[in-house]
C-alpha cells in the first residue's frame, strides 16, 4: 500500500512558477513508475508528466514539455514537479500517482495504482 500527498500548489500570476511535490509511504517507493494527472473543471483528468523508477526517464505531454520538469528523490521518498512559464490553461488540480510497473502506458491514468488527493493549481493572466 502507498500514500501519496501532493503540496506546492497556489496562486501565481502567469508567467510565474511553482513546485508541487509528492510524499509518499510505503518501503518500495523506489520501484514504482510516478506520475502527475491534472484536472480542470469541466474537463477529464489529463496525462502530464512521469518518471521512471531510477529517475533515468521521463515522459512529458507536448502542452508542458519544455516548461515543467519531474523529478524524484528515491531516498526521501518525494516525486516533484517544477512548473515554469505558466499560463491560465494550466489551471486545474494537479493529482501525483504512483504504479507498481514499469512499461509504455505511463500516460494513462488507468496504468496507476494509487493517487493523491489533488492540489490546486490557480494561474492567473
Known amino acids: 500500500q502507498v500514500q501519496l500527498v501532493e503540496s506546492g500548489g497556489g496562486l501565481v500570476q502567469a508567467g510565474g512558477s511553482l513546485r508541487l511535490s509528492c510524499a509518499a509511504s510505503?518501503?518500495?517507493?523506489?520501484?514504482?513508475?510516478m506520475g502527475w494527472f491534472r484536472q480542470a473543471p469541466g474537463k477529464e483528468r489529463e496525462f502530464v508528466a512521469a518518471i521512471s523508477w531510477s529517475g533515468g526517464s521521463t515522459y512529458y505531454a507536448g502542452s508542458v514539455k519544455g516548461r515543467f520538469t519531474i523529478s524524484r528523490d528515491n531516498a526521501k521518498n518525494r516525486v516533484y514537479l517544477q512548473m515554469n512559464s505558466l499560463k491560465s490553461a494550466d489551471t486545474a488540480v494537479y493529482y501525483c500517482a504512483a504504479a507498481d510497473r514499469g512499461g509504455t502506458y505511463y500516460y494513462t491514468d488507468l496504468w496507476y495504482d494509487y493517487w493523491g488527493q489533488g492540489t490546486q493549481v490557480t494561474v492567473s493572466s
Open positions: 510505503g518501503r518500495t517507493f523506489s520501484t514504482y513508475t
